[in-house]
């Protein structure tokens, strides 16, 4: 799958475009056909890696984590074991933060507990 990926802290220009290892839901997770994400000032400061104490909690010399991101919209493709919120063809939109994050990718294996269901309109 396609990915934005942050091997290494700095600049904008640091980011790129590449393939990713398409994730499998775990434990009460689902994965979700990422239709919309959004750019926010945290996911900034992660890719730049400061303020230096999101060095300490995210990666003293890079990310731990390659794909940023903490917001989605989209359609659950799979439902990982113990899954129970949500089926395959749901649509959900969430904050992933306190879960982890990737969201800047075609799929993302979520934690059920950080979607909610997308109403309609």
Not at 24 to 32: D, I, M, T, W
Not at 68 to 75: H, I
């Amino acid at each position: 799958m396609q990915a934005v990926l942050c091997h290494r802290y700095g600049p904008p220009e640091k980011l790129v475009v590449g393939e990713a290892p398409m994730p499998v839901p775990g434990e009460r997770q689902v994965l979700v056909r990422v239709h919309a994400t959004a750019v926010n000032d945290y996911d900034w400061s992660l890719v730049r890696g400061k303020p230096a104490i999101y060095r300490l909690m995210f990666g003293l010399t890079r990310p731990k984590r390659s794909i940023p991101g903490m917001e989605l919209a989209g359609v659950v493709e799979a439902v990982g074991p113990n899954s129970s919120k949500f089926r395959v063809g749901d649509r959900v939109y969430g904050d992933i933060s306190e879960h982890g994050f990737g969201t800047f990718a075609e799929y993302c294996a979520v934690h059920e507990d950080g979607l909610v269901p997308l109403p309609d309109g």
